[in-house]
């Protein structure tokens, strides 16, 4: 059995009676990665990652990519309009955006294709190989907006040995999810594997008085894979990978707490000081209503969030050896069509009620030559294509019982092309030194045609939707703009014995500026904003010890952060009286970056692993533009100056052919910000998370039954905070409260 398979767990060993200890390899199992797209392990290479393998993904009980934050160091994730546009924010470097159209600055690819756009981000976590988080400036191998990082999502492949297997889970609020695959030869140079999920779920943690329902079903989440393997040589691989999903649910709910004075005309106290909960007295909204309690996932409101989201993709990935040489060539395109609704305004009355759709087209191409022999001189060179698109015909906010009746309706087409060229090398100066070095061209092109158009008279809602009449145009932008940079990379390794890595990096990010896709009431609102630079300096250490059965690593780093894209919110006055709260993005302000990372992996038994992490780190705004001074000094959102986290799993022998397990893990959050700039109402209590799981296995992997408890204390906490007072209340959304349940899989091979 693998090491990967008894990892982490604490609890409950004394219960234990008939356990005996299991016959295990005395070290950790060596972890492979592509960090530098080539394979290598993760203790060789002079970059900070964390690394989790499927095994991991599926002992955690990983739903989706939100869910890596819980066990890597530096990385939170929020998200908006329910739960279908995740924000990646990976040591203070993060892009909090509820409009579609515009790219975080941590990359996500997916099997090597890079996902234009957050709405990609909901696809489910199955049949995985394993996740890197590349932590830093990734800008000449990976390429687009990789300033904080990269996330890197490998599913697994085919081969010619007969695997198969499903696994159910079923938890509370009606939980159902079953995955599957089925994998083997199909002739002597043709593999084929085909995996999925389904999940459904009855109801939520959330409560509607005014519905009278509980909320945050899923009537349907799918994802299906299909890939044939083709090796009509040893020296030719082609591997096709056709993919899709569904998911119709109502993800997380707002809880809008009131924020003004009885007469409207001012915050309330509570706003001012930031102690806004829910309950208070003296708090209004725009229309006089009250949030009754201080229950963050009980609310009044009238449109329950939801979404649609459809999509459909196919890659095909080529790797040709010829010699000490490797052609790689990918191929990708992705649809997904989404369709989102949300009631921002959290009660009964048609203040904002919001309705988003988009549709979205990506194609790229990467081809890539490299060696691959022992030289002391390892290369890349490469060239990469994309071209995306997406269409809002919809984006929609109605305000019927608002001061000022009517709509808003944001209509884009945005459409961006970008071409790279890169390459990389590694010197191996002697035995003990090696020198890397990176460089990247870009240029990107965008180009934006959309309106804000409204009515000032209550719009028609019918059987063919919303229509304006007479409809008005407010803003409008006809725009094109484009980007060139250079991105660049230079590290020195040092190797002082084989079982220590120092390694030094100094690097050059770049995210390209780009449009505003939310609401505008001038032209002026709508101009495009400018790329965001990176310097990033780190030095860290890898060291594997105690006879290969410890691993440490530790990482120091500083950020020049140049012209940080920022969403700033502006309230303005509406026609006919009342005003509301536009966001847009503007190059807002530098900032100083400065942090440290630690971790461990430690087998202090056989049956024991353990495994820790924890990260400091201390951002500041400055140089902040005229008209926001008061920007300076305020902290990058979701950043908390500390995080950690931990798991552990204690697996033995149980009678004679199966085994037990426990497993424990947890983490921690520090106060953090939800929004720039830092008002007291913005602010993020710390928060623990703890989990745990048992279970029984044969002890040939063939099945496993466990129970689980996520989130075990029933801890309260925010994960999402948008600040409208313009709007008269600030909008806040829960993290999930306890879940527990069971989970059996069955494997034959």
Known sequence: MSKSKQFLSLPILASCVLCTPIAQSQVLEEVVVTAQKREQSVQDVGITITALSGDDLNQLGFDDPRDLMMQTPGLVVSYSVGSNLPNFALRGVGLNDFAPNNSSPVAVHLDEVYQSFSAFLNFGLFDMERVEILKGPQGTLFGRNTTGGAVNFFSKKPSQEFDAGVTGTYGRYGAARVDFHLNGGLTDTVAGRVSGFYKTQDDGPWYSRFLNRDLGGIDQWWGLRAQLNFTPSDTLDINLNVHGGREDSEGAQYNMLPALNAAGTAPCPAYLD????????????????????????????????????????????????????????????????????????????????????????QFSQELRLSSYGDGSFGWIVGAYYSSDKIDTPKQEFLGTDFPAPGGLNAIYVQESDSIALFASGEWQLSDTFRLTTGLRYTNEERSFDGFTEATITPPVIGGEGVSFDPP?????????????????????????????????????????????????????????????????????????????????????YAYDYQDVILQIGETLPLPGGGSFTVFRFNNGADADVFGAESDIKWLPTDALEIRAGIAYSDTELTNAAVGNENLNGSNLN??????????????????????????????????????????????????????????????????????FVQNLADEEYTQYINDLIGLGAVLKTAGYSRTYGISASYNWN
């Open 274 to 361: 930031g102690s806004l909960k829910g309950g208070e007295a003296d708090c209004f909204d725009l229309l006089g209503n009250q949030e009754i309690d201080n229950d963050p996932f009980t609310s009044s409101l009238g449109l329950p969030n939801s979404q649609i989201l459809e999509s459909v993709g196919v890659n095909v990935a080529v790797n040709w050896d010829v010699g000490d040489l490797r052609l790689t060539s990918i191929t990708a395109y992705g649809n997904l069509e989404r369709f989102s609704a949300e009631d921002a305004d959290g009660f009964p009355q048609i203040i904002v009620d919001d309705l988003f759709q988009n549709e979205i087209d």
């Open 472 to 556: 008005v145009i407010l803003a409008s932008l006809t725009d094109e703009i484009s980007f060139d940079d250079i991105s660049w990379k230079l590290g020195l390794d040092y190797f002082p014995d084989d079982d220590w890595l120092v390694y030094g990096t100094v690097s050059k990010g770049f995210k390209s500026g780009g449009f505003n896709g939310n609401l505008a009431f001038s032209d002026a609102e709508l101009q495009p904003f400018n790329e965001e630079i990176l310097i990033a300096y780190e030095i860290g250490t890898k060291a594997t010890l105690a006879d290969g059965r410890l691993q440490w690593n530790a990482s120091i």
């Open 638 to 707: 979701y950043t908390p100056e500390w995080q950690g986290n931990w798991l552990a799993r204690y697996q033995q022998a149980f009678a004679t052919d199966k085994e037990v397990y426990f497993q424990f893990d947890g983490t921690y959050k520090g106060d953090q910000f939800g929004e720039v700039p830092n008002t007291p109402v913005a602010a993020i209590d710390s928060y623990v998370l703890l989990n745990a799981r048992v279970g029984l296995m044969a002890d040939d992997g063939r099945w496993d039954v466990s129970l």
